[in-house]
């Protein structure tokens, strides 16, 4: 019930919204035409950043007003006094509030809720759930001042070693495209903005400010541009980010094609946009490309763009337009509307909500012999560093500044476990000391040269068999982390270590020698390799990096307080080989092009040409008979489900076509099931998946032996593929099949309709074509 209300009350919100954006523009145009030149120029281009010792690239700001309404935050946009804007604050994203927690001369604290990663909440297939998140995470962005969220991050997953996977939501673009509207929705429900980012096809971190990403025009509207689609159509967010990488030869944040044509023209959107921090390189192309606002701002950008104004190289009326946006933007903030801010938003109540979004995006892999829920285990014995030291979130911009991580150790005692006393010495030790030798560094000390996590404790055998001894059963959590700056590796990170291998095969021996069984934890941002060592254990559950109520997250699915409901929303490889993406990721460096660029790191010219087409994640792996250790969609739970009755609304396809499925539990236990629809298209002029995604639902919680049915609505241009040579969304005549499922391999009931005529869904612009050549991969 609480749900239904907050989506109606959210339905009522959107329109008025969208009147008050066009109200705020015209506005905005009046403003802007009394601001003077240097005024303008002082909207488009940010306040500048505090970087400690380090020179800011472009030159130091010379600003006379304050940066620092909110310390910590990412970034500011001027005041304009004589008008009344005031100075905004735009912070990031998308995992929490990025904030400093303490300020000097100050006895407050200013803590964040680090929320479960994009990727948890991703596997939660839940918008409702996630929308609740996003009110949330928008309140503490409003009780602290801030008024822009710089999240949500939503590229697709296109590899598994991309180090910000963790920041988005999946390798699929409907996915990531709802669930970022549903965060979007939330979030400015608070009447704070967001910054739906990094706009477009920023999949790597690898040379993320030089990379050339080579792509062909169908994948592109596919699967890299529809999230960014759907989120725009479907939340308006307040402002987009465009991203460091260039797109088919062009800086995207000087792409006017992308940030006008397409971002503007074809899909409607009415906001701001915002360069990422010190991305591309031509202030000036930026204004003409509808990149408003650069931030952080620099020196170097005012002087560019008041010399192409004084040569009369950038007509004034782009720059105008530029500030126009911004001023619209700044009208609707609560800077604006003078929002008294309480500094205190309810932490305790949002560390409730984080729970549940936790426990419910947690992924049950493995659970032979129904291992899970814990049923007589009281005595536990925690393996694994990660067990006492849990990773609630990845690094670099995408990091809280949480009060604390509820541990996985912490956890289980919490929820009335025994925890073996002696591991827990061992390992906090252990870790005490690589604490010590490896103290904190600062945010951007980090970012430039980051802390390797611990290397996996090794454990005498003789303890380990003790434990075995006395303890009921052995958890040992594999932890990984990763984020912005630098791409995820095969050794030692996404295959196991020699020591997490070794700690697995001898907890495993010792405790299946007593009959006693072994779970895995995963704690990770994103996919590592399973299929080496699943075999040896009991069960397995991707805790994912659940945000900062972690431990008790897990101990709620471990004891079955709450039955794990999350699926995959990214295909896990047998092997990193498998990825059709291997051969193309990072891509082509050019060295001998190399210069010193931005923070005196090595500039290295690069490309990745996207050779895979459409073929990402399970649309590869599904096309192309590859089996993955886990697919799309896949989780287990508690229960079981039953598919029945599927229905379609007519046999021919007449505008819209109306799909019902009835979905009983039917086990012993209450649980949740996602359930997802996939499409298969009829062989016509182009090369399709196997199947796509076009719809997912979430039941409610279902009582054993009770039913829920599902619809779902599919419009035509679900149904359509882009087609190069029309320039347009098609929706070709034929059969096709709709096939429902528990995962992208769990198919359960199919039908299918025709659609008699093709359909020309909606004709597009031809931009964005790639220069050259696409040797793409075809069935
Ligand atoms: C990141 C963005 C982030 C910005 C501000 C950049 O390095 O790529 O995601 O919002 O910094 O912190």
């Known amino acids: 019930m609480k749900y239904l209300l907050h989506s109606v009350a959210f339905l009522l919100f959107l329109p008025v919204f969208s009147k008050a954006q066009e109200s705020n523009y015209t506005k905005a145009k009046e403003l802007v035409s009394k601001m003077s030149f240097d005024e303008k120029i002082d909207l488009v281009v940010g306040m500048g950043m505090k970087m400690g010792a380090m020179e800011m690239p472009g030159g130091a700001p010379n600003v006379g007003q304050t940066m620092d309404k909110v310390p910590g935050a990412a970034g500011t946009t001027f005041a304009i006094p004589k008008l009344g804007l005031p100075t905004t604050v735009v912070a990031d994203g998308p995992a929490g509030l990025r904030i400093e927690p303490k300020r000097a001369n100050d006895a407050n604290t200013y803590y964040a809720t680090a929320w479960p990663v994009g990727t948890l909440l991703a596997s939660t297939w839940d918008v409702k759930l996630v929308e609740q998140v996003g009110k949330a995470m928008g309140n503490e962005v409003k009780e602290y001042g801030v008024d822009v969220l710089l999240g949500p991050g939503m590229n697709i997953m296109r590899n598994p070693l991309g180090a910000r996977n963790f920041e988005y939501y999946s390798e699929d673009p409907l996915v990531t495209g709802k669930i970022a509207a549903a965060m979007v929705n939330g979030i400015q429900w608070n009447g704070v903005g967001t910054s739906v980012k990094h706009f477009a096809v920023n999949n790597q971190e690898t040379n993320r400010m030089t990379v050339d990403a080579i792509v062909s025009e169908r994948a592109l509207r596919e699967i890299y541009l529809r999230g960014f689609e759907l989120v725009v159509k479907e939340a308006k967010p307040w402002t987009v980010m465009s991203s460091y990488n260039l797109l088919n030869g062009t800086y995207t944040s000087q792409s006017y094609d992308l940030l006008t044509t397409v971002l503007r023209k074809e899909w409607g959107f009415k906001g701001m946009v915002m360069t990422d921090w010190f991305g591309g390189k031509d202030a000036v192309a930026q204004m003409k490309a509808g990149n408003d606002l650069l931030m952080p701002g620099t020196p170097a950008q005012r002087k560019a763009i008041t010399d192409a104004i004084n040569n009369k190289t950038l007509d004034v009326k782009v720059l105008d337009e530029n500030a126009t ?323 379609l609304s007519g046999s021919s396809f007449k505008g819209k076509l109306v799909v019902t499925v009835d979905v009983t539990n039917a086990g012993t236990v209450a649980g949740k099931e996602v359930v997802q629809l996939y499409v298969t298209a009829p062989t016509g002029k182009l090369d399709k998946p196997a199947e796509e995604l076009k719809a997912f639902g979430k039941t409610e919680l279902l009582q054993p032996g009770q039913s829920q049915t599902l619809q779902f609505v599919i419009e035509a241009k679900q149904l359509a593929s882009f087609h190069t040579a029309a320039t347009a969304w098609i929706a070709e005549a034929g059969t096709y099949t709709v096939k429902v499922g528990a995962s992208s391999l769990a198919i359960k009931q199919t039908a299918s309709f025709t659609v008699a005529k093709e359909i020309l869904v909606e004709k597009c612009n031809k931009v964005l074509a790639p220069a050259v050549t696409i040797n793409e991969l075809k069935k």
């Open 325 to 647: 946006r911004i001023v619209a933007y700044i009208l609707s903030t609560p800077a604006f509307k003078n929002y008294a801010f309480s500094n205190k938003p309810d932490l305790k109540q949002h560390a409730v909500v984080a729970r549940e979004a936790a426990a419910n995006g947690m992924v049950l892999l493995q659970n032979n012999a129904a291992t899970l829920p814990l049923a007589n285990a009281k005595n536990i014995a925690a393996f694994g560093n990660t067990s006492y030291d849990f990773i609630s979130g990845g690094t670099g911009s995408g990091d809280v500044n949480e009060e604390y991580t509820v541990s996985l150790v912490e956890g289980l005692q919490n929820a009335g476990y025994t925890v073996n006393a002696d591991l827990k010495s061992i390992y906090s030790a252990y870790l005490y000391d690589y604490k010590a030798k490896h103290p904190k560094k600062s945010f951007l000390e980090e970012f430039v040269n980051p802390t390797p996590i611990a290397s996996e404790l090794l454990l005498e055998k003789a303890v380990i068999n003790s434990k075995a001894a006395t303890s009921d059963l052995a958890i040992i959590t594999i932890g990984r982390n990763a984020g912005e700056g630098k791409d995820r590796v095969v050794v030692n990170d996404f295959n196991l270590t020699d020591a997490e291998q070794k700690l697995i095969d001898e907890v495993s021996t010792a405790f299946h020698a007593k009959g006693k069984k072994v779970v895995v934890i995963i704690n990770a941002g994103g996919v590592i390799e399973v299929a080496s060592w699943r075999t040896k254990v009991d069960a397995v559950l991707l805790a994912w990096q659940p945000g900062l109520e972690a431990g008790n997250a897990v101990a709620d699915v471990l004891s079955g307080k709450v039955n794990p409901s999350g699926k995959l929303a990214v295909t896990f490889p047998v092997k990193y080989e498998d990825e059709i993406t291997a051969k193309n990721f990072p891509g082509k460096e050019f060295k001998e092009k190399a210069v010193t660029g931005f923070m005196g790191q090595k500039e290295i010219p690069a490309e990745v040409t996207h050779e895979e087409g459409v073929y990402v994640g399970y649309r590869y792996y599904n096309t192309f008979n590859v089996k993955p250790a886990y697919e799309f969609g896949y989780g287990l739970s508690y229960t079981n489900f039953e598919y029945k009755n599927l229905k």
